[in-house]
Each structure stands twice: as C-alpha cells, then as structure tokens.
C-alpha cells in the first residue's frame, strides 16, 4: 500500500500532518534478505517519467543495477479534486539471479512523500502501484493527501533485492510531474454572425486547489485561442491571450467562416492542460 506523509503547516485546518494509509493494493509479505530493512523517512513530493538510468548507487560487483523507473507509463500524473487518481511505477534492472523485491520512494516539493512496495513481476522489472487523492476524507473536513504546494516535479528512489540476497539503494533514478487538474470554457458570440463582422470569444480557466477542495481561476497564464473551419479537422492557432486575475480570457475576432471556436492552454510546470469543447459559430453573408 502506499503512504502519504503531508507537510507540517501545510493545511489551513484540520490539524492532522500525516494522512491515513491509503490502500492500493493488498499487503506483500517482506522477503528477508539479511540486511536491515529500517531507513529514515526522508520528507519530500507525483510530470514525467523516466531518468537516471545507468548503474545504481552504492551498487558493488554482484549487486543488483537499477537502470531507471518509469512513472505513470511516462505520462503526468494529474490530480483533481474529486477522485483518487491510481498510476503505477515500474523500476527496471538486471542481476544475475533476478530481482526480487523493490521498495519504491516518491520525493516532490514541501515534504511530499509517498511509498509501497512490491515483488517483480520478472526478472528486470518490478511495478508497484500508487494512490493519490486531494480530497477530503468521505464525511470529514479533514485534509487528504495533497496540498497546492506539493506539485511540480517528484523524485523516485529504489531499494531493490534480488533472488540471491544482493541489494542497492538507487536514489534519484527517475522523476516526474504531480500536476493540479486544470479546466477551461469557452463562448463565441454572437451567433449568428454576419460575415466580416467581430465575433467576441469568453472563456475562463481553473484549476484545482488542493487547499480548499475547490477549483479557481489561473491568472496570468498564456491560452491559445483556436479555429477549426465547418468540415475541417484540424484547429489552427488564431491568437494568444493571458488570463486575467480571476482566469477569465477575452478577445475579439473577425467573422470570416463557419467553424468552432476553442481555448486550448498548453499546462504549466504545477497545473495539467485543458482544451474547451468548440464553440461553433454559424458565419451568413
């Protein structure tokens, strides 16, 4: 199962600074390996995917190699505010007798931590499976998981065995992005338009605060407005427009055909992208 250790401070409320297990899968029954399975819990943070490959830390001749780590199929790992988001991290290696069993540490910003652990599922890899949630508890106020402060990039650490009782401890060997979900609207009016008219395009852009259980506007964040032509399957870069202080987007265009109109905002290094649904607007002569 994993763990997930919030930051002291890090909630307005609710006083609680370690969050309940959160079971994502059952149990695994630790194989012993002769060396001592205690190590200090280093208080640390869930974009991409894959680093550090090449031989393992502290590794000597005969010990296992961790050659990298692999998070979320090399996807970000996006977090909303309303359901647990579950991803798996696959540490791959080599041994003359195979790995065993892996102990698997995820390090982001302010004290983030997450760990679980799993045996391999072959001879070079072993998955585990994390769960994170920004959520309050089911009937409760009380913090879960995750606060704005813990996203950007997150380290991975491995502690690998393998089948003839060598170890290493490989830090550092992959990272990614632990992401706030972002949302975006958008509205073209008037509709319809006569052509050669000014067509004025809304949207707004929010993302989810891991605070407050909420969703809020992204302010001062660059979003490309798009045109896809009636018939057409491809949209095309119009303009770009930053978002005001509340995340709210405006501008105005010429009516020149039918088509869909959409904000299309690319993420940030703490916040995932979001496309707005087409707006069509109907272009008479």
Not at 136 to 151: I, K, Q, R, Y
Not at 196 to 203: E, L, N
Not at 246 to 253: A, D, E, F, Y
Not at 263 to 272: D, E, L, R, Y
Request: net charge positive.
């Amino acid at each position: 199962m994993s763990l997930f250790a919030a930051p002291t401070g890090a909630r307005p409320n609710g006083g609680r600074d370690i969050a309940p297990l959160i079971a994502t899968a059952p149990a695994l029954p630790r194989k012993p390996v002769g060396r001592a399975t205690f190590r200090g819990v280093v208080v640390g943070a869930v974009v991409v995917l894959l680093a550090g490959a090449g031989a393992s830390a502290d590794a000597a001749p005969g010990d296992p190699v961790v050659s990298g780590a692999t998070v979320n199929s090399g996807h970000d790992v996006i977090v909303g505010i309303t359901r647990n988001v579950v991803f798996p991290v696959t540490v791959t290696g080599s041994d003359d007798s195979g790995l065993s069993f892996a102990d698997v540490d995820l390090k982001g910003p302010h004290g983030g931590f997450y760990t679980t652990d799993a045996f391999c599922e072959t001879a070079t890899a072993c998955t585990t499976v994390f769960t994170a949630n920004a959520h309050p508890a089911p009937g409760s106020d009380d913090p879960v998981d995750l606060a704005n402060a813990n996203a950007g990039t997150w380290s991975v650490d491995a502690l690998v065995d393998a089948n003839d009782g060598g170890s290493v401890f490989a830090p550092g060997v992959g990272s990614f992005g632990l992401k706030r979900a972002a949302r975006l609207t958008v509205n073209a009016s008037p509709e319809p338009v006569a052509k050669g008219a000014r067509i004025t395009v809304t949207g707004k852009l929010v993302r989810a605060n891991w605070d407050t259980y909420r969703y809020a506007g992204y302010a001062g964040r660059a979003v490309k407005l798009q045109f896809r032509p009636k018939g057409g399957s491809t949209y095309t870069t119009v303009a770009t427009v930053k978002t005001s202080n509340t995340g709210t987007l405006r501008t105005t265009v010429k009516a020149v055909k039918d088509g869909y109109w959409r904000w299309n905002f690319s993420g940030s290094t703490t916040t995932g992208p979001a496309k707005a649904a087409g707006d069509y607007v109907d272009v008479r002569p």
